[in-house]
Antibody, heavy 122, light 110 residues
Framework: EVHLVESGGGLIQSGRSLRLSCAAS????????MHWVRQAPGKGLEWVSG????????DYADSVKGRFTISRDNARRSLHLQMNSLRVEDTAIYFC???????????????WGQGTLVTVSS | QSVLTQPPSASGTPGQGVTISCSGS????????VYWHQQVPGTAPKVLIY???QRSSGVPDRFSASKSGTSASLAISGLQSEDEAEYYC???????????FGTGTKVTVL
């Protein structure tokens, strides 16, 4: 069974940095791309970033491009999101999610973590 | 701003059926698979339907999906109280190089 556990969230001031992590188990981690998705309080889901199996391909939402960096460590089965220059509007629950198709394709998400809350204060 | 448009709400009595629509464009629904996710309030989303309209493990066959052109839909038959949740469609967008979600539809069982 796929298991994704996020960590690293918290309360932080605007302009500062935070690094989120996601520990993965229950599947062959380096066979799949991975994603970060966020949900602001009372709002819908917003895709943040995705990274393919070998880190050669990454994509970002326009809202975070240039500020956030996604990375992965296949040996440690972990996914990370480095968030710099945080803004109040980045306040959200951040979910780690597994890509459904294998390799380098981006098709859709088939498993979700429980999320970690990031609160950015002004 | 969501690229995929859904009705904000849908409702039915127990045993009835509801259908949720999802409108997109050629670069997302028109080209790629549509996934459907369910989110019960206060919990993480979970996938209901993925890839070629396949139900995720444990999802009852009361849930079914279809796609035509640049629109997709999720049908729930025989509504049950545990179906009360927010439902999101999603697809990869080739033009934006981004994964896009629908605006979400809140399903209420009356």
């Amino acid at each position: 069974e796929v298991h994704l556990v996020e960590s690293g969230g918290g309360l932080i001031q605007s302009g500062r940095s935070l690094r989120l992590s996601c520990a993965a188990s229950g599947f062959t981690f380096d066979d799949y791309a991975m994603h970060w998705v966020r949900q602001a309080p009372g709002k819908g889901l917003e895709w943040v970033s995705g990274i393919n199996w070998n880190s050669a391909g990454v994509d970002y939402a326009d809202s975070v491009k240039g500020r956030f960096t996604i990375s992965r460590d296949n040996a440690r089965r972990s996914l990370h999101l480095q968030m710099n220059s945080l803004r109040v509007e980045d306040t959200a629950i951040y979910f780690c999610a597994k890509e459904h198709c294998g390799g380098s394709c981006f098709s859709g998400l088939d498993s979700w973590g429980q999320g970690t809350l990031v609160t950015v204060s002004s | 701003q969501s690229v995929l448009t859904q009705p904000p709400s849908a409702s039915g009595t127990p045993g009835q059926g509801v259908t949720i629509s999802c409108s997109g464009s050629k670069s997302n629904i028109g080209t790629n698979f549509v996934y459907w996710h369910q989110q019960v309030p206060g919990t993480a989303p979970k996938v209901l339907i993925y890839s070629r309209d396949q139900r995720s493990s444990g999802v009852p066959d009361r849930f079914s999906a279809s796609k035509s052109g640049t629109s997709a839909s999720l049908a729930i038959s025989g509504l049950q109280s545990e179906d009360e949740a927010e439902y999101y469609c999603a697809a990869w967008d080739d033009r934006l190089n981004a994964y896009v979600f629908g605006t979400g539809t809140k399903v209420t069982v009356l």
